[in-house]
């Protein structure tokens, strides 16, 4: 068996956590296996340690890179340009372009994104089989278009592309398999039209897990008790409503939410449009484990999110979260033990569950350790044997 991975992001060693470091981890894994035919990617490090003839690259030069770059920056602050779209769009074409008869028994693909690629694939006896990293495209357009019009909010956002919308499903529809992390997201793909008996639901929660040696546990000196939200900020992650928790509780405690990562136009309106008590914004980091160490709690309020992975990089800093049930790894928390999980809508039990928090550091504490326990079980380097496990559960699939 001979497997091709496509993997839309830039891949290497020393990326710092998300797809293109698990990607180059799994195709690094199945080369050692002799298992790997070729790792398509948007662009890879200098410093792989993988065969150039195995390694497919789209954006090949760094002022391509810079380019293509400047416009998914370009597109977060005005989403009416589609930049986002428009380079997967290209992906697609490039690599469906290139490749060649016999190449490879099986494309697996972490995101459902590459339709003409897959399509292609298919023609020359490919299977194939997507990994639901993501909610459904149309979960996420409903719940993001319904959250803006409640807040008052116009004009266009990445989540409502309806072209990119289609794209997706039109890729999940000629897709042989549809690999799930866990019930909550395959229920979200059978809702919206994907075959029962296409998904791959894996048994408990089985996401792509955390670099451990990149986040790791460090001891909680901070005296001020710290609420930490850390992500690629929009209404889809819902801090809109951890700032609104947070306004009804500031006053009772001796503390602040910090927020860190960057703002889409949408965040941005929302957080230029007020004064929020007790609250800081700092923007981009390069270096997250030095927040999540020094944070009381981690929060994660999303309204729709396959992961985040960002939950499991606070676990593994030892600092244990609070997260709404609309986030894929709260089927991994076991409430009031490793973290805490609330109904992703109410924002007065989100305050009442930081309110306790903050009374209750030393029963906190103990959560985080508990927290460190459980995440230590992801380690990120052995997440290609569930990437096989999965290829061989949909093999046996075709054969019966």
């Not at 391509?64 to 370009?74: C, E």
């Not at 008869?101 to 490919?126: H, N, Q, W």
Request: charged share 25%.
């Amino acid at each position: 068996m001979k497997i091709i991975l496509l993997i839309n992001n830039m891949i290497g060693p020393n990326i710092k956590g998300g797809p293109g470091y698990e990607g180059y981890e799994i195709a690094l894994d199945l080369i050692n296996k002799d298992l790997l035919r070729a790792v398509y990617c948007y662009s890879s490090a200098s410093d792989i340690e993988l065969p150039k003839e195995r390694v497919v690259v789209f954006c090949k030069s760094r002022i391509l890179r810079f380019l293509l770059n400047s416009l998914q920056k370009l597109h977060k602050r005005f989403p009416q340009i589609r930049g986002r779209r428009r380079v997967e769009q290209w992906m697609d074409g490039y690599f469906a372009h290139k490749l060649i008869g016999k190449e490879g028994d099986v494309l697996y693909c972490p995101k459902p994104i590459y339709p003409r690629t897959i399509v292609r694939a298919k023609s020359l006896g490919m299977m194939v089989i997507e990994e639901t990293s993501v909610l459904h495209p149309r979960f996420n357009y409903d719940i993001v278009s319904k959250e803006r019009e409640r807040l008052g909010l116009k004009g266009a956002t990445g989540y409502t592309d309806e072209i990119r919308v289609k794209n997706i499903e039109s890729a999940l529809s000629f897709a042989d398999y549809v690999s799930s992390w866990g019930r909550f997201l395959s229920d979200s793909y059978v809702k919206y039209g994907v075959p029962e008996h296409k998904i791959l639901d894996d048994e408990g929660f089985s996401p792509p897990g955390v670099d451990m040696s990149k986040f790791s546990k460090a001891s909680h000196n901070n005296d001020k008790f710290t609420v930490l939200h850390l992500s690629s900020m929009g209404v889809i992650k819902g801090v809109h409503l951890l700032l609104e928790a947070w306004q009804s509780i500031c006053d009772e405690v001796d503390g602040e939410l910090l927020l860190v990562g960057p703002m889409d136009r949408d965040m941005l309106s929302i957080y230029r449009g007020s004064t929020w008590r007790k609250t800081r914004w700092l923007g981009e980091t390069k270096d997250p484990a030095k927040y999540y160490q020094a944070a009381s709690i981690f929060v994660s309020p999303s309204i729709s999110d396959a992961g985040p992975r960002t939950v499991l990089e606070s676990m593994a800093c030892g600092t244990m979260p609070v997260i709404s049930s609309h986030c894929g790894v709260s089927r991994f928390i076991e409430s009031k033990v490793n973290g805490i999980v609330y109904d992703y809508d109410n924002v007065a039990s989100l305050a009442g569950h930081m309110l306790w928090c903050y009374q209750n550091k030393d029963k906190v504490k103990l959560m985080g350790d508990a927290a460190y326990a459980a995440v230590s079980k992801l380690d990120v380097s052995c997440y290609s044997d569930t990437v096989l496990a999965r290829i061989k559960r949909a093999q046996k699939m075709v054969v019966a």
